[in-house]
C-alpha cells in the first residue's frame, strides 16, 4: 500500500459494518460487493452532495473484469457472471438494505443512485 493511498484511506474512511463481512466470510465474492457497493454509495452521496453525479452507469463488463476473473471472456461467461454477481448482491443487501431500491438492472449495467448510507457519519475527533 503505497503512502498516498493509505492516506487517502485515513482521510476519507468509508464505514462498513464487520457484522457484515463476518456473516458474508464463506463467500469472498458477497463480501467484495457489500464493501464495493458501500464504497460507491459513499461516494455518490458525497459527489451529489458537492453537485456532481447523481446516478452512475456500471457495465456488466467492468464488474466481470473487477469481480469474475474466473469466467470466460465470452457471451455465456458474463452471462454466468451476471447470475452469480446477482445472487451475491442480494446476500450483500441483506447487510445494506437501504441500498435496494437505488440499484437498477439494464441489459449492460447496473445503475446507482445514491442511497442513504447504512452508518450514520460521526464527527472527526481531533
Do not use: C
Not at 469472498?28 to 459513499?42: C, G, H, K, Q, S
Not at 467492468?62 to 458474463?78: E, I, R, V, W
Not at 446477482?86 to 438494505?97: G, K, M, S
Amino acid at each position: 500500500m503505497s503512502t498516498d493511498f493509505f492516506k487517502r484511506l485515513i482521510s476519507a474512511p468509508v464505514p462498513i459494518k464487520m457484522e457484515a463481512l463476518r456473516a458474508l466470510r464463506k463467500s469472498p465474492l458477497a463480501m467484495d460487493i457489500y464493501t464495493w457497493l458501500v464504497y460507491r454509495m459513499f461516494t455518490l452521496n458525497v459527489g451529489a452532495s458537492k453537485g456532481g453525479k447523481r446516478l452512475v452507469h456500471v457495465p456488466w463488463t467492468g464488474l466481470m473484469m473487477q469481480f469474475g476473473s474466473g469466467y470466460a471472456n465470452t457471451p455465456k461467461g458474463l452471462a454466468n457472471f451476471k447470475t452469480n454477481f446477482r445472487l451475491r448482491l442480494n446476500e450483500a443487501l441483506l447487510f445494506y438494505p437501504e441500498a435496494r431500491s437505488h440499484i437498477e438492472e439494464t441489459k449492460d449495467h447496473l445503475i446507482l443512485t445514491p442511497a442513504r448510507l447504512h452508518i450514520a457519519a460521526t464527527k472527526r475527533r481531533g
